[in-house]
């Protein structure tokens, strides 16, 4: 990782933040996962998700097509036809990604661990717990 110390780490910090707040939530990982693999329309990849309401997956879709990582294809086809895949950009993430999978099943445990031993500390001074970032994660 390479902090810069020029007046442009401020503006890249926050465009980073941004861009991690789009890829790193719950839906949006599994939707560039699943579309890593193949094209695939609406309800094939909403079973293949499992538990996102169309709603979401939708909102999911128009997000990561806003951010210019999925495109959206329909073709004039009775009933209409609609594609998702992954464009050029959104390609250029599954590298990223694989890495922030890998560390956090090979950290996860620790994680956990950590969490559970800074509770046990904090709890006996009344403070408030952080919130909880992923599901996975312990209480």
């Known amino acids: 990782m390479a902090f810069r110390a ?4 401020v503006q890249i910090c ?10 790193g939530d719950k839906w ?12 695939m329309r609406f309800n094939e990849l909403r079973h293949a ?7 979401m997956l939708t909102l999911t879709l128009r997000n990561l097509e806003r951010d210019g990582l999925v495109t959206r ?3 004039p086809e009775i009933p209409p036809r609609v594609e998702y895949q992954l464009t050029e950009l959104g390609r250029t993430l599954t590298g990223p990604l694989d890495n922030l ?13 950590a969490r559970a031993n800074y509770d046990r500390v904090h709890e006996a001074a ?12 312990a209480n």
């Open 73 to 75: 294809t329909v073709y």
């Open 14 to 23: 926050g465009a980073m933040g941004d861009i991690l707040n789009r890829i």
């Open 6 to 9: 020029d007046g442009d780490q």
């Open 49 to 55: 998700i499992g538990g996102i309401s169309q709603r």
């Open 101 to 113: 999978w890998n560390w956090a099943a090979e950290h996860m445990g620790s994680v956990s661990e």
């Open 28 to 39: 949006s990982v599994m939707v560039v996962g699943h579309l890593t693999r193949k094209t």
């Open 126 to 137: 009344s403070e408030p717990k952080p919130e909880r970032r992923y599901a996975g994660a």
